[in-house]
């Protein structure tokens, strides 16, 4: 009897380490796949470099504050991607009013965004990840 | 032909008369001023300082607008007490802000949505930016009373006769941009020439200015 007692004893330990343990392994946010902090600060300066030397796409910047930019972007990024980061900026409707964004443009940046997580070597089920939790502001973005 | 010839003259001193009365009128002192290098000097600014007159503040807003992310105009002058309107006229938004103590403020102007005015109390120079857009830059500089004057691109401003002393200033003097150098007018003369040092403009932190090797320019 005690001896099948310890024994229930012992598989509700290993069932409860077990279970705590997959609570420690919970899946990662993407903010964390990313890097952190220190990943999307790559990613942002890439972009901000592929932007800068992009023929398409440098007009729309070429005033534009980069520290503004830099931080902002920063920040909404680490809030969509479920890092610790409330993005308290102009929202993506304020910010993109009265630039009339084309189809072409925007799938463009679209391009300059993928070559800039290319060259930070985000993996492209990571990049497709990030790409669905972008997506959805598409229509906040272009032709306003 | 006599009744002519004093038609002639009463014509003549009639013309004499406004002649003199036009030379009373203009009867004024000129400022030129230039840089380090001697070259003439456009949008500076000349304010009077013997001047007491209190005249009623203009009830009509000034306007700085923000035009192809450019403030317009570049140099606003008022004088103190007057409002500023800030319409926006690009689509696009725009951040406004001054960090000078003569009138620290922010602005948050989006398209089609204008904001009140604001009043600029106290005499002084504010410096504008757009927190969004770095490359633009305007300034407000804000007299005591209406006694101030703006160089023309020859450098040139007229002055009254009166004038004694005044200050000098421009927003790219090499000096502390809200200073403003007190000078006095030399005794007997009824041109001058002053010269004020001009630094060129820091770099700004724009994509434009990060990226110009590669766009060539």
Known sequence: MSLSNS??????????????????????????????QAGLERLVDAFIKQIGQDEVVFPYFKQTNVSHFRAGFITHMC????????????????????????????????????????????????QNKILARLAPLRAQIIKI | MPRYTLKKRVGMILSLS????????????????VDQFGNPVEHAVVELLQSTAQQPVT??????????????????????????????????????????PAKPFELK???????????????????????????????????QSSAHFVS??????????????????????????IERTEHDWPAGHSNSKVEIKLTKPEPRNT???????????
């Open chain 2, 59 to 100: 009830k009509t807003p000034a306007i700085m607008d923000q035009v192809q992310k450019q403030f317009a105009p570049k140099l606003l002058t008022i004088v103190k007490g007057q409002q500023v309107s800030f319409p926006n006229s690009d689509d696009i938004r725009h951040h406004v802000y001054s960090f000078s």
């Open chain 2, 152 to 177: 023309d691109e020859q450098g040139n401003v007229t002055l009254p006769d009166t004038t004694t002393s005044y200050w000098l200033w421009h927003p790219e003097q090499a000096q502390e941009i």
């Open chain 1, 7 to 36: 024994y229930k004893r012992l598989l509700l330990a290993i069932t409860m380490m077990v279970a705590l343990s997959a609570c420690q392994s919970t899946p990662t946010t993407l903010y964390q796949q990313v890097g952190e």
């Open chain 1, 79 to 126: 809030d969509v991607l479920d890092g610790p980061c409330t993005y308290e900026g102009d929202n993506m409707v304020q910010i993109h009013t009265g630039m009339k964004i084309n189809e072409h443009d925007f799938n463009h940046t679209v391009d300059l965004l993928i070559a800039a997580m290319n060259e930070v070597r985000l993996s492209h089920s990571l």
């Open chain 2, 109 to 143: 102007l989006y398209a089609g949505t204008p904001k009140a005015p604001i009043t600029f109390e106290q005499p002084g120079v504010v410096v504008l930016g757009c927190n969004i857009h770095d490359s633009m830059v305007g300034y407000i500089y804000i007299a």
């Open chain 2, 207 to 217: 994509f434009g200015e990060m990226f110009k090797e590669h766009h060539g320019n």
């Open chain 2, 18 to 33: 406004v002649l003199s009365c036009v030379s009373i009128a203009l009867k004024a002192k000129t400022l030129t001023i």
